[in-house]
């Protein structure tokens, strides 16, 4: 019978501004999390990303590395970004090739949606349940999969 | 080195009917769940939802406040509700702007699907994966971002 | 005022190979996990699914009974596996009239797939978000709700 390795989610090496909320279980390492955030439950935020301050990141989601997140921005429930994009039909085990996602200050991100690789814009909304596949710089209302633009602002 | 707000997930003030089955990790708050009700892992259900009697929540699922499950339903994996359509372009922090969502009895939630503040009508099956952005209230099984009526009962 | 009956996530009754890793919390239980697979937090593997060797499950995700994953695989964040379509527009509690699911060797399903009861092929890639209605067999990159081939390989 053999035995797995068993690691334990948790909060490792992660850079704290002030007044943070984080509601456990949650697996939080290598990153650096702004003033006043909120971390729900069920999440995960990996290596290296970034998340400015007041920014909200709602239960079950997950934010790989290469992520950024600005100021303000409200992460909805179940929300999963994406580094590799599987481009050559292959998963890349090496990290010089996975591609960035920044989402810019006060940007919300409905629920259940999926980001590709890409750049959201300041103020964009990206409604719940969208399949993000190619960057969102004007300000407007986007949904549907793959995410058009439904209303601009 | 600043130090975060540890908040935890657990069970707290929930009403429970009778035969309710529960599996933690999970975050039920001030919610009421109906006799015989079956809640998932992973599961959030919050403030004010109500869970008709033998109802089951699969893992994964997110009742936000302003939910109302019948009896008989089955919410499957993954399940976002949503009681913030964000129609200004904004994140509405006062719960007097949420909108309510309802669920009829015997509906099916299929398991990934989104659903925005809706009314859905006893019977009716979501499918898997789908954005319901509209009343879904004829019997039907219905599908797709945005939903659609794939086949009436 | 009732207490609910408490289940508490785990591992129980697996069969492990040799160098696996699994992150707790998760949820896996009679079940086979092949040599050097990789099962991430807040996962659950039901009974009776197999995954071959090498293989990756991350976070968030949940294999259901009657799934089989094959070697060196990639199951994203997110991805929801179903084995009850809910053809007759009810939910079947007979497992006898559940439905099985295959993903082949080599093949990457992206984070927040879904996928009904379907055979998936060797190497196909499944894009994030996509919702899988029907077997994908030929080799591709497959996306969208419903899922279609964007590129051949």
Redesign the interface.
Known sequence: ?????????G?RDV???????????C?LYECT?GDGCF????V?VQKGVLIGARSRIQ??S?L?EKVTIGSDC?I???V?F?NDA?RS???SFDSDRWEATSVGDGA?I???A?L?PVQIGP?V?V?????VTEDLLEPG?Y????ARLLRG?
């Open positions: 019978m053999n035995r797995p390795k068993i690691l334990a989610t909060i850079e704290f501004g002030v007044d943070v909320t984080v509601v456990e279980p697996n999390i971390i729900g439950p069920f995960e239960s079950h997950f790989c409200f909805g429930h179940g999963s994406i599987f039909g292959e998963v919300i409905g629920s259940n999926t590709l103020g909304v409604g719940a349940g969208a399949v209302i949904g549907g999969n793959p602002k």
